[in-house]
């Protein structure tokens, strides 16, 4: 294919990966969403295409039917791109369904692996499997993980396992100053965070803001060393670790129906101006999870509101089993430039607030718009256009290619 295709099919192609990916993704796992901001401009028509009515400009291959190809390809790949982004900006980047954020729906399972055993110097011991368990990776100030270990044979059998030393240290860097070893207690006794005792399951828990590490901000990790199947080996889990409270819940929560959308409103009492992202799950009646909500933007010093929204729309398109719950909320105030980048807001764990709308009534089912969507929107539409016509003047006796707008998910 001749290189000019090239370059503008490979345009064609992060034009629609930027299309899908912009408007896709939001975070991951307990991380927030990343703060907005405003994407690249869309390429320009000029950029798809040096084509005008009648295939000029165009590569021009010997044989008419390669030539149609190319010409079908360019249309397919235009329309594609518009309609995908036309279908995923419908409703805005703070209220998103949650089966576009698979990873968001439940943030505090615990973090659940199986590994062959760990040794000094590298190696493994496959006739190990460890598996093990982590409650949290972001920890704000007062906050503790819980973690586990258990090892298998290969017909999946629990070997006893003893261990040896466990001590979790905060990680330093250069000329860092290294920070104190604090121990942590594992025990298969049925108590804490073990839930049975005698299983040949051991349980730990970190709480950094009660030893030598409640002052440390970033990744603390904890080393445990064990033995299993007559061999020695180790496990690391690693917390993010916020020594300062940025800003403290207040308590105080509504629920309103405004301006076509559903918002849920939450008390936060600012010590540290910035920009904050919190981020909201919400269940439908039946318990089923329902949308992601997020709030990103820069709060001042004093008691503030947090608006999470349920973008009317989609609550028109999904129509959920009414009244919605919002339930595990976390957030932090982002820190630009630095390491690490938050300073993290108190989780609110479980059910935050049990809403009381049971209908839509005032809920619009308009499409979000904005002038960046308009934008972007003119621009792919143009791109389109500009490829179909093409293809419509190089062959007038067949018909287009059927659009994708209106077949996407």
Known sequence: MPSSFNKRAIGLGVALAVAAGLWLEFGRGEQAAAPQVSAAPPPSGPQFFDAVPGGDGLPIPGDRKERRRLLVEQAQLTDHTY??????????????PVAQNPDQVHPNQPIVEANPMRMEGG?????????TSQSHVYLAAGEAAAFSLRAVDGQGQALPIVITAARAQGMTYGAGRPTPQVAV????DGAGADPVAGDNAHAGVLAPGQGGLAGFHGTIRTEV????????????????????LPATWTGKLREAVEEG???????????????????GRVDDARGKPFAVATFNDVLQTGTREVKLTV????????????????????????????????????????R???????????????????E??????????????????????????????????????
């Open 261 to 279: 959308s559903l918002h849920y409103y939450l008390g936060l009492e600012v010590r540290q101006p910035g920009r904050y992202i919190v981020t």
């Open 311 to 350: 973008f009317g729309k989609l609550l028109k398109d999904e129509n959920p089993a009414m009244p919605l719950t919002l339930r595990d909320v976390d957030g932090y105030l982002l820190r630009e430039n630095a390491d690490p980048d938050r300073l993290l807001v108190p989780r609110l764990q479980g």
């Open 185 to 188: 207690p594992f025990a298969d």
């Open 83 to 96: 309609c995908s982004y036309l279908e995923g900006s419908k409703y805005p980047m703070e209220s998103r």
């Open 123 to 131: 190696a493994t011991n496959g006739a190990v499997l460890l598996q």
């Open 352 to 370: 935050v607030l049990a809403g009381r709308t049971r209908s839509l009534d005032g809920v619009s089912d308009a499409e979000w718009q904005s």
């Open 372 to 409: 960046e969507r308009s934008r972007y929107l003119k621009e792919y539409a143009k791109d389109r256009h500009a490829a179909r016509t093409a293809l419509a003047d190089f062959d007038p006796g067949q018909p287009l290619p059927p659009s994708a707008c209106g077949k996407l998910p």
């Open 225 to 244: 060393r064990y033995t299993a199947g007559g061999r020695s080996g180790f496990a690391l889990f690693d917390v993010i670790y916020t020594p300062v």
